[in-house]
């Protein structure tokens, strides 16, 4: 049976939060779509606005926080784990991005991608949207940011390395955490971190800026000192661009439930802790995130973590940091 219609209020229902009974089975589903770029902002910056760029709806790497689940939950698959599951392919998309694109009277600017869905979960071995899109922005000249958990990035070094050159490109990885039975759950279909980590080297071999998200820093199982210190370590001896990062948001009732439903079984303490600390809010109080920031800004000064790259075009600084 469907839920009732879900409120953005962050009372916990678990009518939002069924248990995956076959977490191995995923279905492609293709989709035309009539536009390809949206005007936006980041998720991470307060400030306006910039293109995004979604290729796929859906994210096969499943994170149980992920705050897209609600706009699928929305888009008519309405149980949770349709989210990892039931993944919408624009098999069109490059057409139309290529129209936008050549399209005199459309103004160049950023294009981000990676915000909802993530460009290289499992789906692009076989539709290959990522690497036309980045072709197609390399050609027309207009930079792009966007951020992954996957190392199938580096299939695509050759077009990323020419969009960095006529346009600019920044390469986020998207951690979450180091551990690796704490990454099971949190990024389930992910590829391991260590895959990611040397992704990021062989950007930074390749002369392609790349940055670290963390994002997010969850409460009681990634916000400890010696998590963010790991984390900060790590980011410093790879040597990244930038370093961002952000803590968990839970909005609204899709996104809130099914998470708390899977900690809960994960880990009955911090399940406990967290609903005190959220409370009926999307975010922790001011006086939690205050505190968590200054922890990451003491590691990043104390590792040397800073933010190198600024992305510019054709004379308007994105605001990434
Ligand atoms: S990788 Fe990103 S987009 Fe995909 S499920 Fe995780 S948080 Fe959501």
Redesign the pocket.
């Known amino acids: 049976m469907v839920p009732q219609e879900p409120s953005l209020s962050t009372a916990y229902s678990p009518a939002y939060a069924e248990v995956d009974d076959n977490p191995r089975e995923v279905e492609y589903i293709e989709m035309r779509v009539k536009s390809a770029l949206h005007h936006t902002r980041l998720p991470y910056s307060p400030k306006p606005f910039y293109y995004s760029l979604n290729l796929y709806r859906g994210?096969r790497?499943?994170?149980p926080f992920?705050f897209?689940r609600y706009t699928h939950w929305f888009l008519g698959f309405q149980n949770s784990f349709d989210f990892q599951r039931k993944i919408q392919v624009k098999v069109n998309l490059l057409e139309v991005l290529e129209g936008e694109l050549s399209n005199p009277r459309r103004k160049r600017d950023w294009v981000t991608l990676g915000a909802?869905?993530?460009p290289y979960?499992p789906a692009e071995k076989k539709y290959g949207l990522a690497r036309g899109a980045f072709r197609l922005l390399a050609r027309y000249g207009w930079p792009a940011v966007f951020s992954t958990?996957s190392d199938l990035v580096l299939r695509d070094l050759d077009v990323l390395g020419e969009l960095a050159l006529r346009a600019g490109v920044g390469v986020a990885m998207?951690l979450t955490t180091l551990d690796p039975v704490l990454q099971k759950f949190l990024?389930p279909h992910?590829v391991p971190v260590a895959r990611r980590l040397e992704a990021l080297r062989q950007l930074k071999a390749h002369r392609i800026p790349c940055g670290i998200h963390l994002m997010p820093i969850i409460p009681f199982l990634t916000d400890t000192e010696e998590a963010i210190e790991s984390m900060v370590r790590t980011a410093a001896e790879i040597g990244v661009d930038y370093f961002v990062y952000n803590v968990l948001r839970l909005r609204g009732q899709v996104v809130k439930s099914y998470y708390y439903h899977v900690l809960q079984k994960f880990n009955r303490t911090a399940f406990e802790q967290t609903r005190k600390l959220y409370g009926s809010r999307p975010y922790p109080p001011e006086s939690y995130v205050d505190a968590l920031y200054g922890k990451v800004k003491f590691f990043r000064e104390k590792w040397g973590c800073r933010n190198r790259w600024r992305a510019i075009f054709p004379d308007k600084q994105l605001d990434l940091f």
Request: aromatic content about 0%; charged content about 20%; hydrophobic content about 20%.
């Open positions: 994210c790497h499943g994170c992920c897209a909802a869905t993530d979960q958990k998207t990024e992910a």
